[in-house]
């Protein structure tokens, strides 16, 4: 390869260097490869408590969902996931459910439902509920009647067993949460089984009436137009019904309790005969399964998605949440096993369980480089991408400084080692007024001070904010043939801190350059690898703050910095 014409050639197109709009009309091929709409579409996580308040309580909700539309549609979101909104104690903050088919007072009303959905309709966003399926609330009216005698029809509903002795639980398996799993009830003397929170029982989904009401909670939802369940839980949906102990492994977890191999309460196979189910009645209406699949490799993860592409549509992947630092070449191996697991991919790097991507990948020097460069890696990978909101203005976590602060009940438990999942979960900056313009009274989560400068008003106006740098990638990622049915080529393999790969495309291809290093990088324009022997190089985004000029035989790629651009032959 001639790199002097190379790199006179990006030189030359880079000029004024800057994002050139994705051209118009390329949306058209989005389906030639006959993709369901969620395969193409950007998914935008909602914690309803936290979004926007439009009743000025403190506590946001549907109207404020409403109002925010016209917002996602000009950021490039396709769907709304929100987590439960549905009647609930809010020991879990909704992840405890009491009634399935009803809206919680405190986020409005089922008009107010109904209306979210017919204004997300007009802009072509869709609503995707939450779905508990594993457990819910103690105070479900079939979990009040469960426990009101051992001869209640909804008994068998739960999961209820006598304790081993005086004082002894049935087994030794443990709440996630840092309780024990089971709880007495002395109205009976039996202990029932759940998974999270006292509050939140375990459904037995062994029984069929508890599988067939479930089912129907589906149909309730997609007949009013929803789109489509992100299921919750769905690891703990069966449990041994011989009560195996979970063998004890080496270590102590962070409520100081022995470790264990979770092999008799967690990710049993009659777990994917649920999923079948639940996804044949999807399949009825045209909907889409998106699952909290917490895996450790690949293959489970491919086990979720059906032998038969029979279960999930869209497990989501979530291991690359667990990488410690920014590892080029753990990413690339990752990505690597995904695309041969033959599936489409659903990168998750972050959501409202775990620390902010922001807080967890920055380093306090280049926290928004970094923010921009992790947008760019999930933003042009092969797949459906899930946001998490808030995300996209570079918030980040603002966790509890004292245990009085916490609100959630994990960390009350856990404190100091488990702090709860507040700080990931605070309210949504829209501007720098007082309370970052979520409301106009004290919200339930404190803002952060980031705010003042990390917030959508003051970042649209700015060309190089994270959330402008957001607008542009999903512009982009919505237009580019390349990006949205590509192929996936690797490049610069041996390279430990750059990340480089082309998406290629019926002879159209978008190149990526990822420096996930503090340090500057010289990248060679090596793309012989893909098919390209002496490309023309068209730059369509960079991350860059110098300019990119004059001559140069490698790529500078300044620490933490994108280069995205269309080569062609
Ligand atoms: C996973 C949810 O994401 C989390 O927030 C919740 O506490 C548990 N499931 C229990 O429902």
């Not at 603002?398 to 309210?427: A, S």
């Amino acid at each position: 390869m001639n790199r002097q014409i190379l790199a006179a050639a990006v030189t030359v197109l880079s000029a004024g260097l800057g994002f050139c709009a994705p051209r118009a009309g390329a949306q058209k091929s989005a389906d030639a490869e006959g993709h369901a709409w969620w395969q193409h579409a950007v998914f935008y996580e909602i914690y309803p408590r936290s979004f926007a308040d439009s009743n000025n309580d403190g506590i946001g909700d549907l109207k404020g969902i409403t109002a925010k539309l016209d917002y996602l549609k000009e950021l490039g979101v396709n769907a709304i996931w929100i987590t439960p909104c549905f009647p609930s104690p809010q020991v879990d903050f909704g992840y405890d459910v009491s009634d399935y088919e009803a809206i919680d007072p405190m986020y409005g009303t089922m008009e107010d439902f109904d209306r979210l959905v017919a204004e997300g309709k007009k802009r072509d966003i869709r609503v995707i509920l939450d779905f508990v399926v594993n457990h819910t609330s103690d105070q479900h009216k079939w979990f009040i009647d469960s426990r009101s005698s051992k001869t209640s029809p909804y008994r068998g509903w739960y999961i209820w067993r006598d304790g081993k002795g005086p004082g002894q639980p049935p087994n030794n398996w443990l709440s996630t949460f840092g309780t024990a799993a089971w709880t007495m009830d002395p109205k009976t003397g039996q202990y029932y089984y759940h998974y999270f929170y006292p509050e939140q029982p375990d459904l037995n989904w062994r029984n069929p009436a508890v599988e067939k009401a479930m089912l129907d909670v589906t149909r309730f939802w997609y007949k009013r137009g929803v789109a489509g369940f992100r299921l919750d839980a769905v690891d703990t949906l069966y449990e041994d019904p011989n009560l195996t102990d979970n063998p004890v492994v080496a270590g102590t977890d962070k409520f100081g309790r022995p470790n264990m191999d979770e092999k008799y309460n967690k990710k049993l196979p009659e777990v994917h005969d649920a999923m079948r189910k639940l996804r044949s009645v999807a399949d009825e209406y045209g909907s889409v399964l998106i699952g909290e699949t917490w895996t450790t490799n690949v293959d489970q993860l491919k086990d979720y998605y059906g032998a038969k592409n029979d279960e999930l549509q869209m497990p989501m992947d979530l291991m690359m949440t667990g990488f410690k630092g920014l590892s080029a070449a753990e990413y690339r191996k990752h990505i690597a096993a995904v695309n041969a697991a033959g599936h489409w991919p659903v990168y998750v790097i972050t959501n409202h369980d775990i620390v902010r991507s922001y807080s967890r990948y920055g380093d306090g020097v280049h926290n928004d480089d970094i923010a921009k460069m992790m947008a760019a890696l999930y933003l042009t990978l092969r797949g459906s991408a899930i946001m998490y909101y808030g995300e996209e203005i570079g918030m980040e976590n603002n966790d509890p400084k004292r245990k009085e602060d916490v609100q959630d009940p994990e960390g009350k438990l856990g404190w100091p080692l488990e702090i709860g999942r507040d700080g990931e979960r605070t309210p949504m900056q829209w501007d720098h007024s007082a309370n970052a313009g979520f409301s106009v009274a004290k919200p339930w989560l404190p803002v952060p001070l980031s705010a003042h400068t990390h917030n959508v008003a003051d970042e649209r106006k700015d060309p190089d904010s994270v959330l402008s740098f957001y607008r542009k990638i999903l512009a982009m990622r919505h237009t580019e043939a390349a990006l949205l049915d590509g192929d996936y080529v690797s490049l610069n393999e041996g390279n430990p801190n750059v990340l480089m790969y082309v998406r290629r495309y019926k002879g159209e291809a978008i190149l990526v350059i990822l420096n996930m290093s503090s340090a500057e990088q010289k990248v060679p324009f090596e793309l012989s690898g893909a098919g390209f022997l002496a490309p023309k190089v068209e730059v369509l985004l960079t991350s860059f703050h110098k300019p990119l000029k004059g001559m140069f035989a490698d790529l500078p790629m300044e620490p933490y910095s994108v280069f995205i651009a269309r080569v062609t032959k």
